[in-house]
Each structure stands twice: as structure tokens, then as C-alpha cells.
């Protein structure tokens, strides 16, 4: 079974970077395509990014493109998250998960399994 866990959550300024890691262990990493999700208090958990089992496709929401970045290292068996010209309404609790239905780049969390815990950042002056 994979165990994913998220870190590099913490308090950044508007317009400043940060990137987030979630490392998994169990099962072959690079056998999954993974994904990004975001929670912000009182709201539903939405889509942010996904990446293909060899990190040749990426995808991305509207409100990010641009400005965040999802990469993968097979050999460490971490995905990424860098976040670039972030702005207050990024806060959130930020999960990966794995698709275990669907396809690659997939944008429905009910989609996705074996989420990890969540790292919060908060994007405030």
C-alpha cells in the first residue's frame, strides 16, 4: 500500500515561492500517476496539478498555470510542487494523492487514493 506525506507547507508572503514535496513509500512510484489538491477552510478539496507516471505530461488548474510548477523524481520517489508569485487566495491545506481510477491528469479528487496528510500554506503579509 503507498504512504504519501507532504511537506514544505509554512507562512510566505504575497508574491514570494515556496515548494512543497510529498514523498511516498510502498508499491512502485513510478507506476503512478500523481496529483496535487488544495483545501481551503469551508471549502470543497480542489485540483491544482497532476503529473504522469514519467512526469512527460503535466497538468494544471486555471487559477495556477503560470505560476506553479509540478515535477517528479523517480529515483527519490518525491513529487513537487513549486509555487511561484503566490497569492493569498493559494492558502490551503495542499495533499497529493495517486489516480487509482481514471487517467493521467485527471481533475476529480474521487479519483485519487492514498492521500497524504497535507501541509498548510498560508499566504498573508
Not at 496535487?36 to 491544482?48: C, D, I, L, Y
Not at 493559494?90 to 495533499?95: E, G, H, L, R
Not at 494523492?97 to 481533475?107: A, E, I, L
Amino acid at each position: 500500500q503507498v504512504q504519501l506525506v507532504e511537506s514544505g507547507g509554512g507562512l510566505v508572503q504575497p508574491g514570494g515561492s515556496l515548494r512543497l514535496s510529498c514523498a511516498a513509500s510502498g508499491g512502485t512510484f513510478s507506476r503512478y500517476s500523481l496529483g496535487w489538491f488544495r483545501q481551503a477552510t469551508g471549502k470543497e478539496r480542489e485540483f491544482v496539478a497532476a503529473i504522469s507516471m514519467s512526469g512527460g505530461s503535466t497538468y494544471y488548474a486555471d487559477s495556477v498555470k503560470g505560476r506553479f510548477t509540478i515535477s517528479r523524481d523517480n529515483a527519490k520517489n518525491t513529487v513537487y510542487l513549486q509555487m511561484n508569485s503566490v497569492r493569498p487566495e493559494d492558502t490551503a491545506v495542499y495533499y497529493c494523492g495517486v489516480v487509482t481510477r481514471g487517467y493521467s491528469g485527471s481533475k476529480y479528487a474521487y479519483e485519487y487514493g492514498y492521500w497524504g496528510p497535507g501541509t498548510q500554506v498560508t499566504v498573508s503579509s
